[in-house]
């Protein structure tokens, strides 16, 4: 009786563990979408559909950058909570006509945002 109580416990933990673990990797998993080449990290991301992820609780992550399955950047950034996030939103910093660095990405979800440090370092 008491080897099936303590697996019982056991198997509940890793449920709750499990869930939890999947849950975390829901919240730090987006898909953005760029209108324009950006440069993050020092790597020119063309326009188009990228999945970001990102390591870490923050609010230090380090952010990585997917397009058909394959990373094609990462960064670090500052997972900052804001309530005033209100919609999904790209925000670049425009140097000159020819270069767009990114400098956050906003999730109305979360009431999140990632903020990239100016050059992408």
């Known amino acids: 009786l008491e080897f099936r109580r303590v697996l019982f416990r056991s198997l509940s933990t890793f449920a709750l563990l499990f869930s939890l673990g999947a849950l975390a990797r829901d919240n730090s998993t987006h898909t953005v979408n760029f209108q324009d ?7 020119q991301l063309k326009a188009g559909d990228y ?6 609780t923050g609010p230090e992550v380090q952010v990585t950058f997917l397009q058909h399955g394959n990373t094609v950047a990462s960064a ?10 209100t919609h999904d ?7 000159n006509a020819n270069a767009k660095t990114l400098k956050e990405i906003d999730f109305a979800h979360q009431k999140a ?9």
Do not use: H
Not at 37 to 43: A, D, L, M, P
Not at 51 to 56: A, C, L, S, T
Not at 113 to 121: D, I, K, N, R, S
């Open 37 to 43: 080449t950006v440069e993050v990290g020092g790597t």
């Open 51 to 56: 999945k970001v992820e990102w390591q870490g």
């Open 76 to 85: 670090p950034a500052t997972l900052q909570s804001d309530k005033q996030v």
């Open 89 to 95: 939103d790209v925000v670049v910093d425009e140097t």
């Open 113 to 121: 945002a990632l903020v990239f440090a100016q050059g992408g370092m």
